[in-house]
């Protein structure tokens, strides 16, 4: 019964779209641990389960854990109803026990057993290497990437056996209470550290020297604004409680927006979006004070707050509520223009977004931005779509910087990704904007390619600046870089009538 409840809490997790939570929370994995309980209690006690046809069980078994992977891809709804491919295929493996030909003969053969054996501290030295050496020295150069990962699946067995070897070994035959004792107190120590980190919301940066000026200057540069960082303009949904935090929603506080630009004017715009919106807070906020004029701004991470959307995130409920809480306002306040700033082309994919559980993917973007900039215009109010703005397809090539003398915009250019190859990857989400715009008189598109992209390439850097702070989110400098265009279209909207004060 447990377990039941336990597994339909996973699918029904995955399905709202909560997906971290079901993967992480314990409660909805229970019911994995109670099958392996199950497996051991019953060969313990010489009551096997399913004790026929153990050699179909054991190829089956296999069978579902090749499917498992060849089918599972980083876009399945994991773990949901796709978990059950490798736990019951282990299970069924297990269950067939010691007599079968694969698991008597090719399972049992030394050198898998010994994998086996140091599976575990295998598991957790791999990723923190493998994740270690991308954050410390990039992953830009494709020969790079892939002997540096060959080097670090073999420097991960090593350790692996050596923790198996020195560590965990000796701790398993340990019958001597100080062993006991001292794990407790490791673990305890960990807890209330982890819990500290948690509680402060994280520690500060570790201080870093660099071998030159210039490469100081460049790791400066990549950062947020600090009033994008703010809580009040960037995901505000911190009122949760512990259930919530087990996987029910968030929701929006009362303050859901913060204010940016002169924010003691009565001339009030209004912007909104996801985390790229946020990025775009230090262009909002110099285009507000230098036209007297407040704009409120709210943003939530992967949130697409249109008309009637739902979106696969960890709190849908929260970006579904800004996306009423926005029109809300509009119809109270008529603020003089709105600015609707998204990564549009991340919400294509086939079940990101949806409407009614019908419409998917690209008709759902068309449909839920037709009916919201025809509620806006209804309201006689100016709508600014702002197109994305270029993604970089590596990570920041931090080494670049970290083993350069003396680094130049040229070097971490080299990298960068094509002004045409972006283009192509946004065309679809662009043209969209733009059909369903040129339906209603008071929307428009920003296009922002020719402020953060030359002919050839969109940059890393410009004038010794990092124009991003990871993959596809522009630092303060690259928000800025933005500025001028920002500003020449809002106040061609403002002279041909559309933004009057």
């Not at 067939?96 to 598991?123: D, E, K, Q």
């Not at 701790?171 to 001292?182: D, E, H, K, P, Q």
């Not at 994280?202 to 540069?221: L, M, T």
């Not at 008189?441 to 922002?448: D, G, I, N, T, Y």
Request: hydrophobic letters at 45%; a neutral charge.
């Amino acid at each position: 019964m447990i377990a039941a409840v336990t597994f339909a809490l996973n699918v029904s997790l995955v399905v709202s779209g909560h997906t971290t939570q079901a993967f992480y929370s314990p409660i909805s994995r229970t019911w994995e641990l109670m099958v392996g309980a199950w497996l051991a209690v019953g060969h313990r006690h010489g009551v096997p389960w399913l004790p026929g046809w153990r050699s179909v069980q054991s190829w089956g078994g296999m069978i579902l854990i090749v499917a498992g992977l060849a089918l599972i891809e980083p876009s399945s709804a994991f773990p949901g109803f796709w978990v059950l491919l490798p736990v019951l295929g282990t299970a069924l493996i297990v269950n067939a026990g010691p007599n079968t030909f694969l698991n008597g003969r090719l399972l049992s053969w030394r050198p898998v057993v010994w994998v086996g054996l140091i599976s575990y501290p295998l598991y957790l030295w791999h990723w923190a290497l493998l994740s270690l050496v991308v954050i410390v020295f990039g992953d830009n150069s494709p020969t790079f990437r892939h002997v540096s990962r060959l080097v670090l699946v073999v420097v991960s067995i090593l350790l692996a056996w050596l923790t198996y070897r020195y560590f965990e070994g000796p701790v398993r035959r340990s019958r001597s209470g100080f062993t006991t004792i001292g794990l407790t107190v490791a673990v305890a120590t960990l807890g209330v550290a982890g819990l500290a980190v948690y509680v402060a919301t994280g520690v500060p940066d570790r201080p870093a020297s660099f071998v030159s000026a210039r490469a100081e200057q460049y790791v400066k540069s990549m950062q947020l604004d600090a009033l994008a960082n703010s809580r009040d303009c960037f995901n505000p949904q911190t009122k949760m409680t512990f259930l919530q935090k087990q996987g029910h929603d968030a929701y929006l506080p009362d303050k859901w927006y913060c204010e940016v630009g002169d924010i003691h004017s009565k001339t009030v715009m209004l912007a909104y979006g996801d985390s790229h919106a946020r990025a775009m807070v230090p262009t909002l906020d110099k285009y507000g004070k230098a036209t007297n004029t407040k704009i409120v701004f709210s943003s939530i991470g992967s949130c697409l707050p249109l008309a009637d959307v739902i979106v696969r995130t960890d709190y849908s409920s929260a970006c579904h509520e800004l996306g009423k809480k926005v029109t809300r306002f509009a119809s109270e306040e008529r603020p003089k223009a709105i600015i609707l700033i998204e990564a549009w082309a991340s919400y294509l994919g086939t079940g990101n977004i949806h409407i009614q559980h019908s419409i998917t993917g690209e008709q759902a973007l068309r449909t839920a931005l037709s009916e919201t900039l025809g509620f806006y215009q209804k309201l006689g109010i100016p709508v600014v779509l702002m197109e994305d703005n270029p993604h970089q397809l590596t990570p920041v090539p931090k080494a670049a910087i970290r083993f350069a003398v003396n680094p130049s915009d040229q070097r971490l250019n080299a990298s960068a990704v094509t002004r045409l190859g972006d283009e192509q990857r946004q065309a679809g989400a662009n043209s969209i904007l733009k059909s369903v715009a040129s339906q209603y008189p008071l929307a428009s598109v920003l296009e922002v390619g020719d402020a953060l992209c030359n002919a050839d390439i969109c940059p890393w850097v410009m004038h010794h600046e990092f124009l991003y702070y990871d993959l596809d989110h522009l630092s303060a400098a690259g928000a800025l870089q933005v500025y001028p265009t920002f500003a020449a279209h809002m106040d061609a909207i403002r002279r041909h009538g559309g933004l009057s004060n």
